[in-house]
């Protein structure tokens, strides 16, 4: 894991390449709520789908997929698990033939070529756990053919240390400083935070935030919502097609839920699922994005519930699920 070195498919058992520790700048921590710049004017297009389609067998995992992402921003692929993301990665990076459709990495057609201008995390790291941090490093650093950058902070003081020895959250960190190591244009992160504490997973988006800045590409999977505020753009996947894409207000727009406030939520909540609504708990109001309040109060009347029962704005979860459903 370093970038991509000669690109090995996942589950080879080579390393992959990730992103990070050499592109330094401030960047607004993960959560701060400071705005993104997105892609300059006119930015160059580093990877692109159009119409990407993968089958297995009768399986359609990805369907007419449209996707780019350019210079200097970092591009949100949100989706549940097996909505895609994965593939339609695989796909970008020519680890994966589309069956319909073409993919292209820099203008032309994915090859080691083209791969070697790219960053990649992928979900298992691609790290060889029986190699410490440092030759890990060293390995990736000989595959692009660049002088192996010094590991800093806890990284370097785990340099000594075998992978698999290391908490998940410093082998995310070793796996992005090893993907950064030889200054990638486009990186692309498959579930980059998955697992990790949520300090650890700031500091992952400052390093993300902080590639954009510097003028690298970003290509980031996730499920977990609550990262959709760190990304410019977002592209959303359900059942492997698009069915949102621009950024995060576009996305949610107008969109509602219907607020229940009750004393007695239980019951509430019971006959809202027994309904086969996507009823929610916060606290002890419950909300369902995207339904009629004057339906949901008369569901709940007919259920013998009193209810206070309002419109208010959907978040973007919300959104998520009514998209996906």
């Known amino acids: 894991m370093g970038g991509m070195s000669p690109a090995p498919p996942e589950g080879s058992g080579e ?10 700048g401030p960047s607004p921590a993960a959560g701060s709520g400071e705005p993104h710049g997105g892609a300059p004017v006119n930015a160059p297009e580093l ?27 970092v591009v949100g692929l949100i989706g549940a698990n097996g909505s895609g993301k994965t593939t339609l990665i695989r796909m970008l990076l ?45 390995f990736s650093a000989a595959a692009y053919g660049t002088r192996r950058p010094a590991l800093e902070g806890d990284l370097a003081q785990a340099g000594d240390a075998l992978v698999r020895d290391l908490p998940l959250g410093l082998r995310r960190r070793a796996a992005f400083a090893i993907a950064l190591a030889h200054h990638p244009d486009l990186l692309v992160l498959d579930e980059p935070t998955s697992g990790v504490d949520p300090l650890q997973r700031a500091r992952l988006w400052e390093t993300i935030r902080s590639s954009a800045e510097q003028g690298a590409g970003v290509l980031v999977t996730t499920h977990h919502m609550a990262e959709a505020s760190q990304c410019d753009r977002l592209v959303v996947l359900a059942g492997g097609r698009v069915v949102a894409a621009g950024s995060l207000p576009d996305i949610v727009g107008d969109a509602t839920a219907a ?24 606290g002890r109001t419950l909300r369902v994005p995207g339904a009629d309040p004057d339906a949901v109060r008369r569901l709940l009347a007919d259920a013998g519930v009193p209810a206070e029962v309002t419109s208010v704005r959907a978040s973007f979860e919300e959104t998520f699920v009514t998209l996906a459903s």
């Open 259 to 282: 607020e229940v406030r009750t004393p007695g939520w239980e019951a509430a909540f019971t006959a809202l699922d027994a309904a086969g609504l996507p009823v929610s708990l916060t």
């Open 94 to 138: 020519g680890l994966l033939a589309p069956t319909a459709g073409r993919v292209r990495l820099f203008g032309e057609p994915p090859s080691l070529r083209t791969r070697a201008r790219l960053g990649y995390v992928p979900q298992s790291l691609g790290l060889y756990e029986d190699l410490t941090v440092a030759e890990n490093l060293a």
């Open 15 to 24: 390393p992959h390449d990730g992103p990070a520790g050499s592109r330094s």
């Open 47 to 73: 990877a692109a789908a159009e119409g990407a389609t993968r089958r297995f067998g009768e399986l359609l995992a990805v369907d007419g997929v449209d996707l780019t992402v350019a210079g200097g921003e």
